[in-house]
């Protein structure tokens, strides 16, 4: 079964940064994402990255927030930089097997436990 393991959440201040971080139990996958669900809203996507390297972004998070991947450590990264309080929200990473041409209408086949992230204003 596979794993993904999320790390570094926490509590942080309004302009301040944060790195997530999403070990895999085996080779990451095509495509791998960071979802986030705040309470009372629906799970959305924040951003993915392809195999080869594309990525997408969430409107609001675009020039705050840098996806990445190491394939070597089948981690995935999530940099979150000027965080806002509606950054507010559980983390989750997933990951789907398929290719996909639009990485943003990815599928995932696995997912990780969800990590809190708290941003005060």
């Known amino acids: 079964q596979v794993q993904l393991v999320e790390s570094g959440g926490g509590l942080v201040q309004a302009g301040g940064s944060l790195r997530l971080s999403c070990a895999a139990s085996e080779s990451l996958f095509s495509t791998m994402g960071w979802y986030r669900q705040a309470p009372g809203k629906q799970r959305e996507l924040v951003a993915a990255v392809s195999n080869g390297g594309r990525t997408t972004y969430l409107d609001s998070v675009k020039g705050r927030f840098t996806i990445s991947r190491d394939n070597a450590k089948n981690t995935v990264y999530l940099q979150m930089a000027s965080l806002k309080p509606e950054d507010t929200a559980v983390y989750y990473c997933?990951?789907?097997?398929?290719?996909?041409?639009?990485?943003?209408?990815?599928?995932?086949?696995?997912w990780g436990q969800g990590t809190q992230v708290t941003v005060s204003s």
């Open positions: 997933a990951g789907d097997r398929r290719f996909r041409l639009s990485i943003a209408a990815m599928t995932p086949d696995y």
